[in-house]
């Protein structure tokens, strides 16, 4: 069981409280992590990511055990903590300003 945070922004709209639990199939991805939010709450689609691409949108990040995994292949397995559901993986909205 993957948990994963989201932003307050995304919570709203999904009508989530602030963490979900997923079911994911080993090994734990990114990209299999972000399939499965996805499925489970379809209106989250192209939010997090764009719909053709499927790159991560701009101001949105992705942590997990204190590690930013933004730049990290889709592939990439995730930390074994998150994969156990010990830590949660987090959908962070960016901050901008000038």
């Keep these: 069981m993957i948990r994963v945070v989201l932003p307050q922004h995304l919570r709203t709209l999904a009508r989530v409280p602030e963490e979900v639990q997923l079911e994911v199939a080993p090994p734990a991805t990114l990209r299999s992590v972000l399939d499965a ?3 489970g709450y379809p ?17 949105v990040r992705f942590f997990a055990c204190e590690q ?3 730049h990290e292949p889709p592939d990439a397995p995730l930390p074994d903590a ?4 010990a830590e949660p993986f987090l959908v962070v909205g960016a ?4």
């Design 82 to 85: 998150v994969a156990a559901g």
């Design 37 to 39: 939010l996805e499925a």
């Design 68 to 70: 930013d995994l933004s």
């Design 43 to 59: 209106v989250l689609r192209g939010t997090i990511r764009g719909h053709g691409t499927q790159q991560r949108r701009p101001f």
């Design 95 to 98: 901050m901008a300003g000038g």
